[in-house]
Structure formats: structure tokens, C-alpha cells
């Protein structure tokens, strides 16, 4: 059975900094960051492969977010930076995704709470 587990949210003032961690207990070929405010959406945050490491992020966290990767711990990493108010949500890891969209990711972590005090 295929898990991801999150860590490292938490309450952040404005400005301040978080690094959230995903460990996998199988290894796929491609890793997310989602986030879902209440009332919205789940929203793609960033990616990572984990052959080569390229990236991708979503425009509205370029630059202040890092998405990176512990090949030996089989951990994924999300640096937030610069954190603002509209960054509170929680986010999920996810596994085997083919695409920006939630639908196209097979696995899912349990969430972990980001909150952004103004």
C-alpha cells in the first residue's frame, strides 16, 4: 500500500518561512505539492521529477517557493519563503501525477496545515 506522509505545517506569521516534507513509501516517476484554501479548489502548487529533478511551479508561488528531493530518504521537500496570507491552506503531496491538474495524481498524503497570519 502506497503512502505519503507530510509534515512541517503549522501557523507563520506574514513573511516568515515553512518547509513542509513528504516521505514516500514507493518511488514514482513524478511528485506534487496541491494546496486547498476552504471553499476552493484543490490547486497544483509545484512539481518535481524525481529522475533529473526538473521543476514546475505554479506562477502564484514562483520565486518564493522551492520543491526539492532527498533521492536516499525517498523525501520530497517544499521550501515557502516570502509566506502571504493567501498561502494558508492545506497542502497535500502527491504521487504518480501526469499533469498540473488533481484528477491526474494516484496518490495522495493526508494534508498538513499552512496558516499565514496578517
Known amino acids: 500500500q502506497v503512502q505519503l506522509l507530510e509534515s512541517g505545517g503549522g501557523l507563520v506569521q506574514a513573511g516568515g518561512s515553512l518547509r513542509l516534507s513528504c516521505v514516500a513509501s514507493?518511488?514514482?516517476?513524478?511528485y506534487a505539492w496541491f494546496r486547498q484554501a476552504p471553499g476552493k479548489e484543490r490547486e497544483f502548487v509545484a512539481a518535481?521529477?524525481?529522475?533529473?529533478?526538473?521543476?514546475d511551479y505554479a506562477d502564484s508561488v514562483k520565486g518564493r517557493f522551492t520543491i526539492s528531493r532527498d533521492n536516499a530518504k525517498n523525501t520530497m521537500y517544499l521550501q515557502m519563503n516570502s509566506l502571504k496570507s493567501d498561502d494558508t491552506a492545506v497542502y497535500y503531496c502527491?504521487?504518480?501525477?501526469?499533469?498540473?491538474?488533481?484528477?491526474?495524481?494516484?496518490?495522495w498524503g493526508q494534508g498538513t496545515q499552512v496558516t499565514v497570519s496578517s
Open positions: 514507493s518511488s514514482f516517476s513524478r
Open positions: 518535481i521529477r524525481w529522475s533529473g529533478g526538473s521543476t
Open positions: 502527491a504521487a504518480g501525477c501526469s499533469g498540473r491538474t488533481a484528477g491526474l495524481c494516484d496518490y
